[in-house]
């Protein structure tokens, strides 16, 4: 699904190259769960945002579902995303000043999706994460686990191809990180692609396959 | 692009509102600063459109004309521009040239304040009325309620009104045969009501409550048979030409016209004349024609007014640009994760300019009724009389709408740019996207310059007027205008009582001195003779405009006496043809006469076959006797006995005036029983001749501080707002940096660097206005 050929992310400080990422190369397969590893600073983050199309490689090419995204302009590039790719965050960024079934149903705007069809594929979510009574409430209204499963709706409302987590369980407390990772593993069992960045070991081993990232190399790539 | 529009509808309007009422303090300072900006906006507006809106309403108003004249008399160095033009001169046309469709004259009766009208016994006084020819209101178009416009004046002594003076003086709406007897400035005349006329149609150059027939008598009569193609320049004349006629080519056939019928006039007076077409719509905002019928509204102060206008809305819309970006840490996480769950940048600007726009729409909501409920208040300030009346005028609500969109687009403009080119990326992680944005900075900052200048600006041309007018108000006019009493003789039989009445209440301890005179210093002064020294002639003649008065003119007025001597009442002897006058300094200067030599000397003037003489008594200092803003003229008062003059001035010196306007009262009913006792105090006369000065100050000042009034809620807020902006940064980003003292200290800094910016631009604008306004009184100093 994923086919990435030594993508290169760096800065030039002065007369020398800063890395960010180095000669990154990997596959992934659809039905994938790969969670990235690493300390701060190991670029991990860049790469989550290079596969989610925020962010674009200095060199090395970049293939999605086939396409030749190191190739495209900033519009088609967006145009890609907006259909093929969910965002989850850390601290979830939803928007303040719109209620829970009106940050669910934001991306279906932006993609055009008609009235009727909005509303039953946002009131199919809001059921099957059982929070249809919040439906009315704003973010600021709910607990952090609360708000992250509103951010995971968002994500996967316009049934993406691929689920970029950053750190999504970072801002929890165990019990609640614990029903966030669940309810990945939940999705990727029912066939989402997901990649996870995350520093907790215990949430790491929600995934099939583990990349461990240091100073922008891939250190360890292990599937179990 | 549709789907755009459609979340922009669905989703912009419900965000909007609920921004503005989670952010109230940025609500209320924003919708505070718009909504005065706004009010002042919409009243600039109104008020413009109220002055170009006089004389469109009649139904060939592009061609209709009147005639004026550019007179050139002899060694008068000053061309005169008079709004009016000789007698036969519209009626020449009308024969003369085929495309002169119609032609009509109008005339007030000169140097008359107030017309008497008497109903049964009763009477009233109201500003004098025109004479017009009776095809009058074939041209200009008046609503007539009752009568017929084409026909109303045919009848010699028929008189139309309007219907305020209809109510006034019969209290009924059709008083269709009922009898006005009107006088002043001559024998009081029985005329018969044929017609009754509104304004409803719009407003025109040409106002007056009544219109009498020209086949009246007297001036109108005088007008009907008089010949004079060069001097008698007192008419003002309206034509209407063909449909199509180019005015251009009729006007450059007008020297010949007037050579054909004028030479041989012309050549005796030493008179250079022209005269010009002047379109009906364009008089109320020409001012500067000598004689002209109102107070015209110069194009160049309304153009000004909308310059004014615009600069207050664009200092509402800075602000709105700066507070907005002011929270643009908040806003642009929003951007970033917009972006990331798809949102193209058109859409987010569509989101941010639907914004503004309602923010707009709800402040142009709340101006309009606080327009309206300040209405008698601003136009009090104004002198103007403009109502709102959205209903009945597509035009103002084109106007409004034009506005809000405008403003919204603007003051939209550009946080809407600004914030929605933020990368999601960098505001997502905390890397705030306003910090390297050297070109943003910029912006902002030459905004608030920009803003402070045209502010300041503002203050200064407000300043500016302000002094010149209290110059104007103060200056030395050459006599004294303070403790001054105006009595008025409005009909020509009380004259009669004038000497009388000066005598009786010099006789009070409070008056020092009484004077008589036909024009009170202010008032036009009409009459002007071109005058030679002995040993020359009318080549050489100056024009010395003149007045009538008694012997105590010059200690009532204090009016200093540099040679010769005052009148006396044997200076009414006319015998061999002359008359006794005291001349002002700048007739012996104009006509090169030592002051020594002045007293006794007989200055002569021919007009065709005669020769008046006038005889020097004495010299008097100069004073501005008329215009107050113009130079000292050559002038001169000429004796006359006191029962022939209109008005008597007394030098009163008492702080109880109460109790003086009550004997003062006793006396004039005791001399005239039949008259309505009534006064005015110089100075204030005076002060009425700046009304449009004054007016113009004023208006500077309210717009001026109506600008600054968003001023006041934004200098108590700002520090929140940028503490909220710092606390806001330092939430998303990972290091924290900076501390709140630290994040505001450098908009202090640049607050000063601002200022002197703006200080520095808006010196050049003061001055601009400096000269103007020195360029219009003819000073310097």
Same mark, same amino acid.
């Given at each position: 699904m994923i086919t990435l050929k030594n993508i290169e992310r760096f800065y030039n400080t002065g007369l020398n190259k800063s890395w960010v990422l180095k000669n990154i190369s990997f596959n992934l397969k659809k039905g994938e769960f790969l969670t990235i590893m690493g300390p701060s600073g190991s670029g991990k983050s860049t790469l989550l945002n290079i596969i989610g199309m925020l962010d674009k490689p200095d060199t090395g090419e970049y293939y999605f579902l086939d396409e030749p995204v190191h190739t495209f302009s900033e519009k088609r590039r967006t145009e890609l995303h907006k259909h093929t790719i969910g965002f989850v965050f850390q601290a979830y960024h939803l928007i303040d000043e719109l209620t829970v079934y009106e940050n669910i149903e934001m991306p279906l705007l932006y993609r055009g999706v008609g009235k009727s069809e909005r509303q039953s594929m946002v009131a199919d979510l809001l059921d099957r994460f059982n929070i249809v009574g919040k439906k009315g409430l704003f973010p600021a209204q709910l607990s952090g686990g609360q708000q992250q499963l509103v951010g995971i709706a968002r994500a996967i409302v316009g049934k993406p191809k691929l689920l970029l987590a950053d750190e999504p369980t970072g801002n929890l407390h165990t019990s609640q990180g614990e029903m966030i990772m669940g309810l990945l593993k939940e999705l990727h069992g029912e066939g989402m692609t997901i990649i996870q960045v995350t520093h907790n070991e215990k949430f790491a081993a929600y995934g099939t396959r583990v990349m461990q990232i240091e100073d922008g190399f891939v250190r360890m790539d292990t599937t179990t | 692009m549709t789907q755009y529009l459609n979340i922009m509808f669905q989703n912009n309007v419900k965000i909007a509102f609920r921004n503005l009422w989670r952010n109230k303090t940025f609500s209320f300072i924003n919708l505070f600063g718009l909504t005065t900006g706004t009010a002042c906006c919409l009243y600039i507006l109104l008020y413009v459109q109220d002055h170009r809106s006089y004389d469109q309403h009649h139904s060939e108003a592009g061609n209709l004309y009147r005639i004026i004249s550019d007179l050139q008399l002899p060694n008068d160095q000053a061309e005169m521009h008079m709004a009016t033009c000789s007698p036969p001169i519209p009626m020449g046309m009308k024969s003369d040239f085929p495309e002169v469709e119609q032609a009509a004259r109008a005339c007030r009766p000169m140097g008359v304040e107030q017309s008497l009208l008497r109903v049964g016994e009763q009477v009233f006084f109201e500003k004098p009325g025109y004479y017009v020819d009776s095809n009058f209101f074939q041209i200009l178009e008046y609503q007539f309620v009752a009568g017929d416009p084409a026909h109303a004046l045919d009848e010699p002594f028929s008189v139309v009104i309007s219907e305020d003076l209809s109510q006034k003086l019969f209290k009924t709406n059709d008083p269709i045969g009922q009898t006005i007897g009107i006088g002043g400035g001559g024998d009081e005349q029985k005329f018969k009501v044929t017609g009754v006329f509104n304004s409803s149609l719009g407003k025109s150059h040409l106002h007056s409550e009544f219109f009498m027939t020209m086949n009246s008598g007297g001036i109108g009569e005088f007008i009907r048979t008089n010949d004079s193609w060069a001097g008698n320049n007192f008419v003002y004349s309206y034509l209407r030409l063909k449909q199509g006629t180019n005015p251009a080519a009729l006007e450059a056939k007008l020297p010949d016209f007037l050579q054909r019928h004028g030479a041989v006039q012309l050549e005796q007076l030493g008179m250079k004349k022209s005269l010009h077409l002047q379109p009906i719509a364009s008089i109320h905002t020409t001012p500067g024609l000598t004689a002209d019928q109102a107070t015209n509204t110069s194009s160049r102060f309304l153009n000004m007014l909308l310059l004014i206008a615009g600069f207050i809305q664009m200092v509402a819309c800075i602000n709105f640009m700066n507070l907005t970006t002011a929270r643009s840490t908040k806003r642009a996480q929003e951007v970033g994760v917009r972006k990331a769950v798809g949102a193209p940048r058109i859409s987010l600007i569509g989101q941010f300019l639907s914004e503004s726009l309602l923010l707009t729409a709800i402040s142009m909501l709340m101006a309009i009724p606080l327009v309206g409920l300040l209405m008698p208040f601003l136009n009090n300030l104004t002198g103007a009389s403009i109502e709102i009346a959205f209903t009945k005028n597509l035009q103002g609500i084109g106007l409004v709408g034009a506005l809000v969109v405008l403003t919204g687009l603007v003051a939209g403009s550009y946080p809407a740019f600004y914030l929605s080119s933020f990368r999601p990326l960098a505001v997502l992680r905390g890397t705030? %996207?306003?910090? %390297?944005?050297a070109g943003a900075t910029w912006l902002r900052k030459g905004l608030v310059v920009s803003q402070f200048a045209i502010s300041s600006a503002l203050v200064i041309g407000a300043l500016i007027v302000h002094f010149q007018l209290d110059y104007m108000l103060e200056k030395d006019l050459g006599f004294e205008k303070k403790q001054k009493v105006v009595f008025p003789f409005r009909t020509t039989e009380s004259h009669a009582a004038v000497a009388t009445f000066r005598n009786e209440i010099m006789r009070l301890p409070e008056v020092g001195s009484a004077s008589a005179m036909a024009v009170c210093p202010g008032q036009m002064v009409y009459n002007d003779l071109p005058l030679y020294k002995p040993g020359q002639d009318m080549n050489s003649a100056t024009a010395v405009r003149f007045t009538y008065c008694d012997e105590n003119y010059l200690n009532t007025l204090k009016i200093k006496l540099l040679a010769g001597r005052q009148f006396t009442q044997a200076d009414t002897s006319t015998q061999e043809g002359t008359a006794k006058a005291i001349v002002s300094e700048a007739v012996l200067n104009h006509l090169g006469i030592p002051l020594e030599a002045a007293p006794g000397m007989v200055l002569s003037s021919d007009f065709e076959d005669q020769r008046i003489k006038i005889t020097v008594v004495g010299v008097m200092q100069d004073y501005l006797y008329q215009n107050l803003g113009s130079e000292m003229d050559p002038f001169m008062v000429i004796y006359e006995q006191p029962n022939r003059l209109a008005h008597v001035i007394a030098d009163v010196n008492t702080a109880d005036f109460p109790s003086f306007f009550k004997k003062t009262e006793a006396t004039w009913k005791s001399v005239l029983p039949s008259l309505p006792f009534e006064y005015s105090f110089l100075d204030e006369n005076l002060a009425q001749l700046y009304s449009s000065e004054q007016n113009l100050s004023r208006i500077i000042s309210a717009f001026t501080f109506g600008s600054h009034l968003d001023f006041l809620p934004r200098s108590l807020w700002p520090r929140h707002l940028h503490g909220r902006a710092a606390h806001e940064r330092n939430r998303y980003s990972k290091s924290a940096r900076s501390n709140d003292g630290r994040a505001c200290w450098p908009d202090v800094k640049g607050l000063f660097e601002t200022c002197a910016a703006g200080i520095s631009y808006c010196f050049p604008v003061g001055l601009f206005f400096h000269e103007k306004m020195a360029a219009r009184f003819r000073l310097s100093h």
């Open positions: - | 705030s %996207g306003l910090k %390297g944005n």
